[in-house]
């Protein structure tokens, strides 16, 4: 398959319901937050803008380059739509690519949407938009404030994303702290490099053919200073909380067990099944798979029915 | 002394079921110009894809005496220059030299065989001073003139282009026609201007749902009539 | 030469097909939080689970082949688990030993991994059985019935109308790169060049995209005007939901709500 999208995006049912809900709950807001600055700017051809180029993000994250022993180099697309459109469209833009690759390509779970939307559309593009203007500040509006910028941006965004991720697989009792995040964290230090140079060859193709498109990405970054700080706290406090929590697995698991975030341990369910169920086996695991099975075969027969009378209605 | 092209009776479906060649033999000797014409959808692109080895089919394809199998690529796309209808595709970097570059710089070559490769290229396609300018500033003509220095530059033995003409001006049309007949190299060309096939190629080849309908010399196939209707075609 | 082999929707005439998107939207989603609400390690439950999106595959007449192959494609991240195995505390069940690495297998750390991965592909299978029975347009308009606001509805209909005519773009791009990686006769030359001139290569490549893409929507901007476009996103009011919907929405709601209740009662 032409399409392989980075190892970021979490599958349904790694993410306890705690998690996914304070997740989705932050990526409501963020999201709500955008469309409101966006809709605030009244530039009508952006509707279209936003449309199109998540579509670009999308097909560009089909290109890829060969590292080595057969593996390759992806781009995420984060600090590329942040430079050129501003932290609250990209915020949007990304939403919308990772919303159709779970939507319709199974790329990363429903549940666990909040979640990949917000490691990838909102810290992403906050940790994009923080580097990036640092960076331009110190540049003072020199070229290779932009390049030096978006390789920065977009390294960073993969990697403290990465760090996202670890830590919440952790928190929902998944892997262990210790092995999830600097696991995480080494592997897209890596893939970091690799969206850093695409973003750089991206900037300087831009740069040499529109150079008004970066010009008027420029003017888009006003996001002012909440933003600016909302992507440094976002750094920072995973660039300690990861560290601290790998280096003290136990705690995180004391945390997430008393708040709750993982979910109940299974209950004394094998215990009763067999007694009430199949009172004439005794071997529990037997009994088990028993219910099962005519468990399934209850449903299957109802669907099968109701397809096969279907099937006969239509051909009738 | 081998065939510049070679196809034997070459069969592919895409992944979605739709059969698109359906034994297709082609030979094309070498330094000889042909003209590919034929409807749209009739197989012109997906045959000069397989030249290339980008897609693989089931049959023999050999290119100048190498035959088209997964070890052979590199050789084979280093043999066989082509050139894509839309030159946006094929001009990815920044500048012209770069974008020219690109093959050279692939194979490894030393920079200063590089450069000269590039200056050779630009200058066949006469185009030596736009080096140094961004691609997507030119016109469409110019453009296409870059597209075919970017596999000029790999000296490649046969020379195979995707609806050239397209979307041309008759003056960059008049320039690049010029051009096809100045270059020294073996050519397949895939087209839909039938002006061009009669002023350019000796030989034509029509294709159409998949199959070689008809192959000779261009002279006596305009004279049919019957047959360009029959296959969605005009004479000139 | 068209990607839209890429859009998983398969036209099937069947009961899951002609569903109101909006049900089936809201069925899945419940059907996918049922499963991560359900305890690790009950394992009827996950059995009653599979077999229900068993009978939602029957239904759609996808073929039980097609859903579970692509629910296949989603497994590599289960990895990301597999360290549970090892550090979850509980009882033995086996170790073995790589060098100077000792690694303890425990059964709760087992049966954690297993629910994990059976959570995910039993979550996926839904999710596989929604976008391959739905068309896209539909899906959007349950987004609006659950509250999505139009401005984003806007912009993923925007994306999906130009989303194959870029993945076209994108594929026209890497054939053009692959007909030029040629390799020259010469002996002792390194092929491909640098790693850092190949991610630039490919940076290079998405430049061009975005930047085509940016055009096309300038274009898309000004065909939209002409039609009397002013900013505004206007949208057809949502058609009502039938008394049927209803009552596939009402059931496949109770039928979820009994597997829970099975799952945390028994």
């Given at each position: 398959?032409?399409?392989?999208?980075?190892?970021?995006?979490?599958?349904?049912?790694?993410?306890?319901?705690?998690?996914?809900?304070?997740?989705?709950?932050?990526?409501?807001?963020?999201?709500?937050?955008?469309?409101?600055?966006?809709?605030?700017?009244?530039?009508?051809?952006?509707?279209?803008?936003?449309?199109?180029?998540?579509?670009?993000?999308?097909?560009?994250?089909?290109?890829?380059?060969?590292?080595?022993?057969?593996?390759?180099?992806?781009?995420?697309?984060?600090?590329?739509?942040?430079?050129?459109?501003?932290?609250?469209?990209?915020?949007?833009?990304?939403?919308?690519?990772?919303?159709?690759?779970?939507?319709?390509?199974?790329?990363?779970?429903?549940?666990?949407?909040?979640?990949?939307?917000?490691?990838?559309?909102?810290?992403?593009?906050?940790?994009?938009?923080?580097?990036?203007?640092?960076?331009?500040?110190?540049?003072?509006?020199?070229?290779?404030?932009?390049?030096?910028?978006?390789?920065?941006?977009?390294?960073?965004?993969?990697?403290?994303?990465?760090?996202?991720?670890?830590?919440?697989?952790?928190?929902?009792?998944i892997s262990p702290a210790n092995i999830a995040?600097p696991a995480?964290?080494?592997?897209?230090?890596?893939?970091?490099?690799?969206?850093?140079?695409?973003?750089?060859?991206?900037?300087?193709?831009?740069?040499?053919?529109?150079?008004?498109?970066?010009?008027?990405?420029?003017?888009?970054?006003?996001?002012?200073?909440?933003?600016?700080?909302?992507?440094?706290?976002?750094?920072?406090?995973?660039?300690?909380?990861?560290?601290?929590?790998?280096?003290?697995p136990?705690?995180?698991?004391?945390?997430?067990?008393?708040?709750?975030?993982?979910?109940?341990?299974?209950?004394?369910?094998?215990?009763?099944?067999?007694?009430?169920?199949?009172?004439?086996?005794?071997?529990?695991?037997?009994?088990?798979?028993?219910?099962?099975?005519?468990?399934?075969?209850?449903?299957?027969?109802?669907?099968?029915?109701?397809?096969?009378?279907?099937?006969?209605?239509?051909?009738? | 002394?081998?065939?510049?092209?070679?196809?034997?009776?070459?069969?592919?479906?895409?992944?979605?079921?739709?059969?698109?060649?359906?034994?297709?033999?082609?030979?094309?000797?070498?330094?000889?110009?042909?003209?590919?014409?034929?409807?749209?959808?009739?197989?012109?692109?997906?045959?000069?894809?397989?030249?290339?080895?980008?897609?693989?089919?089931?049959?023999?394809?050999?290119?100048?005496?190498?035959?088209?199998?997964?070890?052979?690529?590199?050789?084979?796309?280093?043999?066989?220059?082509?050139?894509?209808?839309?030159?946006?595709?094929?001009?990815?970097?920044?500048?012209?030299?770069?974008?020219?570059?690109?093959?050279?710089?692939?194979?490894?070559?030393?920079?200063?065989?590089?450069?000269?490769?590039?200056?050779?290229?630009?200058?066949?396609?006469?185009?030596?001073?736009?080096?140094?300018?961004?691609?997507?500033?030119?016109?469409?003509?110019?453009?296409?003139?870059?597209?075919?220095?970017?596999?000029?530059?790999?000296?490649?033995?046969?020379?195979?282009?995707?609806?050239?003409?397209?979307?041309?001006?008759?003056?960059?049309?008049?320039?690049?026609?010029?051009?096809?007949?100045?270059?020294?190299?073996?050519?397949?060309?895939?087209?839909?201007?039938?002006?061009?096939?009669?002023?350019?190629?000796?030989?034509?080849?029509?294709?159409?749902?998949?199959?070689?309908?008809?192959?000779?010399?261009?002279?006596?196939?305009?004279?049919?009539?019957?047959?360009?209707?029959?296959?969605?075609?005009?004479?000139? | 030469?068209?990607?839209?082999?890429?859009?998983?929707?398969?036209?099937?005439?069947?009961?899951?097909?002609?569903?109101?998107?909006?049900?089936?939207?809201?069925?899945?989603?419940?059907?996918?939080?049922?499963?991560?609400?359900?305890?690790?390690?009950?394992?009827?439950?996950?059995?009653?689970?599979?077999?229900?999106?068993?009978?939602?595959?029957?239904?759609?007449?996808?073929?039980?082949?097609?859903?579970?192959?692509?629910?296949?494609?989603?497994?590599?991240?289960v990895l990301a688990a597999l360290p549970v195995i090892f550090t979850l505390p509980g009882p033995a069940l086996t170790s073995f030993s790589i060098g100077d690495w000792t690694l303890t297998v425990s059964q709760s750390g087992l049966e954690r991994f297993i629910?994990?991965?059976?959570?995910?592909?039993?979550?996926?299978?839904?999710?596989?059985?929604?976008?391959?029975?739905?068309?896209?347009?539909?899906?959007?308009?349950?987004?609006?019935?659950?509250?999505?606001?139009?401005?984003?509805?806007?912009?993923?209909?925007?994306?999906?109308?130009?989303?194959?005519?870029?993945?076209?773009?994108?594929?026209?791009?890497?054939?053009?790169?692959?007909?030029?990686?040629?390799?020259?006769?010469?002996?002792?030359?390194?092929?491909?060049?640098?790693?850092?001139?190949?991610?630039?290569?490919?940076?290079?490549?998405?430049?061009?995209?975005?930047?085509?893409?940016?055009?096309?929507?300038?274009?898309?901007?000004?065909?939209?005007?002409?039609?009397?476009?002013?900013?505004?996103?206007?949208?057809?009011?949502?058609?009502?939901?039938?008394?049927?919907?209803?009552?596939?929405?009402?059931?496949?709601?109770?039928?979820?709500?009994?597997?829970?209740?099975?799952?945390?009662?028994?």
């Amino acid at each position: 398959m032409l399409y392989a999208p980075l190892p970021m995006h979490i599958p349904d049912g790694f993410l306890s319901v705690a998690v996914s809900v304070v997740l989705w709950v932050l990526t409501v807001i963020a999201v709500a937050i955008s469309l409101r600055r966006v809709s605030a700017d009244l530039d009508e051809r952006r509707v279209p803008m936003m449309g199109v180029l998540a579509a670009a993000i999308f097909a560009g994250q089909m290109l890829n380059f060969t590292v080595a022993g057969g593996t390759s180099g992806h781009l995420m697309g984060a600090a590329l739509a942040t430079i050129l459109l501003g932290p609250w469209a990209a915020i949007l833009v990304m939403t919308t690519v990772v919303g159709v690759q779970a939507l319709v390509f199974q790329d990363g779970g429903l549940l666990a949407l909040g979640g990949n939307i917000f490691n990838m559309g909102v810290i992403g593009v906050l940790v994009s938009y923080t580097v990036y203007r640092a960076v331009q500040k110190v540049a003072g509006g020199q070229k290779w404030g932009l390049y030096v910028g978006g390789f920065s941006a977009a390294w960073l965004s993969i990697f403290i994303a990465a760090l996202a991720v670890g830590l919440q697989l952790a928190l929902s009792g998944i892997s262990p702290a210790n092995i999830a995040i600097p696991a995480m964290a080494g592997i897209h230090a890596l893939i970091g490099v690799g969206e850093g140079l695409i973003t750089v060859g991206a900037l300087v193709f831009i740069y040499a053919s529109r150079r008004d498109l970066i010009e008027a990405g420029e003017k888009q970054q006003t996001g002012g200073a909440i933003v600016w700080f909302a992507g440094l706290a976002i750094a920072i406090a995973l660039a300690i909380a990861s560290p601290l929590a790998s280096s003290n697995p136990d705690g995180l698991e004391w945390v997430a067990e008393e708040k709750g975030f993982l979910d109940a341990a299974q209950g004394p369910l094998y215990e009763i099944i067999p007694d009430y169920v199949f009172p004439g086996v005794s071997n529990e695991a037997v009994a088990t798979i028993i219910a099962g099975i005519i468990g399934v075969v209850i449903v299957f027969g109802v669907a099968a029915g109701v397809a096969y009378s279907r099937k006969k209605r239509l051909t009738a | 002394m081998h065939h510049s092209i070679e196809v034997d009776d070459l069969y592919f479906a895409y992944p979605d079921g739709r059969k698109a060649l359906q034994g297709v033999s082609l030979h094309i000797e070498p330094c000889e110009k042909v003209a590919l014409v034929g409807p749209n959808g009739a197989g012109k692109s997906t045959l000069i894809l397989h030249l290339n080895g980008i897609l693989i089919g089931k049959g023999l394809i050999c290119v100048a005496g190498l035959p088209v199998i997964k070890s052979n690529l590199g050789k084979v796309r280093a043999r066989v220059g082509l050139v894509f209808q839309n030159p946006d595709d094929q001009l990815f970097s920044p500048t012209v030299y770069e974008d020219v570059a690109y093959g050279p710089l692939y194979q490894g070559l030393p920079p200063d065989e590089v450069q000269n490769r590039v200056s050779e290229a630009l200058e066949t396609v006469r185009m030596a001073d736009y080096s140094r300018r961004v691609s997507h500033h030119l016109s469409v003509g110019e453009k296409k003139r870059i597209a075919i220095a970017t596999v000029l530059s790999m000296k490649p033995e046969v020379l195979v282009l995707d609806e050239p003409t397209a979307g041309m001006d008759p003056r960059a049309r008049r320039s690049l026609i010029n051009l096809l007949r100045d270059l020294p190299i073996t050519m397949l060309v895939s087209t839909h201007d039938m002006l061009m096939v009669r002023e350019l190629f000796e030989r034509m080849v029509i294709m159409d749902d998949g199959r070689i309908v008809a192959d000779g010399q261009t002279e006596v196939i305009m004279k049919d009539e019957a047959l360009l209707n029959a296959h969605g075609l005009e004479k000139p | 030469m068209h990607i839209h082999f890429l859009d998983p929707y398969h036209h099937r005439i069947s009961l899951v097909h002609s569903l109101d998107a909006r049900v089936k939207f809201v069925l899945t989603i419940a059907f996918i939080l049922t499963t991560a609400l359900t305890p690790h390690a009950a394992w009827p439950v996950y059995i009653l689970l599979f077999a229900t999106i068993l009978a939602a595959t029957l239904l759609s007449e996808l073929g039980i082949g097609f859903v579970l192959g692509r629910a296949a494609l989603a497994f590599p991240f289960v990895l990301a688990a597999l360290p549970v195995i090892f550090t979850l505390p509980g009882p033995a069940l086996t170790s073995f030993s790589i060098g100077d690495w000792t690694l303890t297998v425990s059964q709760s750390g087992l049966e954690r991994f297993i629910s994990v991965a059976l959570k995910s592909w039993i979550s996926v299978q839904a999710a596989i059985v929604l976008a391959s029975s739905t068309p896209f347009p539909d899906l959007m308009m349950a987004m609006r019935a659950v509250g999505v606001p139009r401005l984003l509805v806007a912009i993923f209909g925007l994306m999906w109308r130009y989303l194959f005519v870029l993945a076209d773009e994108a594929l026209r791009l890497l054939r053009a790169r692959a007909a030029r990686s040629g390799q020259a006769d010469q002996p002792g030359l390194k092929n491909g060049g640098s790693v850092t001139w190949r991610a630039r290569i490919a940076g290079g490549m998405a430049g061009n995209l975005f930047l085509r893409g940016f055009e096309r929507s300038d274009r898309i901007y000004m065909a939209m005007v002409a039609r009397g476009y002013d900013g505004e996103v206007r949208v057809a009011p949502l058609p009502p939901l039938h008394a049927g919907s209803w009552l596939a929405l009402g059931s496949g709601l109770a039928v979820l709500a009994i597997l829970l209740g099975l799952a945390y009662w028994l």
